[in-house]
């Protein structure tokens, strides 16, 4: 393992560690995702409306999907669904909500990739309510890899920080780290992607503080 590698393994377990099984968050939120849903449906419909990029569902990753309640609204859609955690807990859960489900896969991540998604694999690439913890060099090493797993014309859906002042993400604003709609641009493109639409948003009381980022990879 090189020293990269070493500093995202550490990076990703000091954001994905609190998300254990057993944390009353995920309980909790369930009752939003009835809500939160017509949110994220809302930026797609923007998204498709102003970009004319269109989300194909047939293979939808679902990435950091906790107890899988993102999954109760995919799975209307996809023909295949991966679902990946960086806590073996969470997809155990999961295995266990969605046992009859034979179109799912689920997998437990490394903190900092898709593997072990096979090579265009995917159409879709999602991510809700977990990136804004992420930091920002893992998040670049996500978006790095996303080039390596979704089709051409493929697309994907983050939900990410907009906050950008220094310190420890457990005590900023709904725990959020460092990043930037600016920022994730700014990485996408590096990785060869194309952001084709972003909408800054509040979060509860606090205004500006996160951001959905719809990006492509290239024909």
């Known amino acids: 393992m090189n020293e990269m590698t070493q500093d995202l393994k550490k990076l990703a377990g000091h954001a994905g560690d609190p998300w254990r099984s ?108 977990a990136m804004v913890h992420f930091d920002s060099d893992v998040v670049r090493a996500y978006l790095s890899d996303l080039s390596r797993v979704l089709q051409p014309c493929g697309l994907g859906f983050f939900h990410h920080s907009n906050y950008t002042e220094p310190g420890n993400w457990y005590d900023h604003p709904h725990s959020r780290n460092f990043m930037s709609a600016e920022l994730f641009r700014h990485y996408a493109e590096k990785e060869g992607l194309e952001v084709v639409h972003q909408k800054i948003l509040d979060w509860g009381e606090s205004k500006d503080l996160d951001c959905f980022s719809m990006v492509r990879h290239p024909e």
């Open 22 to 129: 057993d944390t009353p968050y995920y309980a909790a939120n369930e009752q939003y995702m009835d809500a939160q849903w017509n949110m994220i449906e809302s930026f797609f419909d923007e998204t498709a409306k102003e970009t004319e990029a269109q989300i194909d569902y047939k293979h939808t990753v679902d990435l950091a999907t906790g107890h899988g309640r993102n999954c109760m609204k995919l799975k209307d859609h996809a023909e295949a669904l991966y679902l990946l955690d960086y806590q073996a807990g969470n997809i155990e859960i999961c295995q266990k909500r969605y046992a009859d489900e034979t179109n799912f896969q689920f997998a437990v991540t490394n903190g900092y990739d898709f593997q072990p998604i096979p090579d265009d694999w995917a159409t879709f690439v999602y991510c809700f309510d």
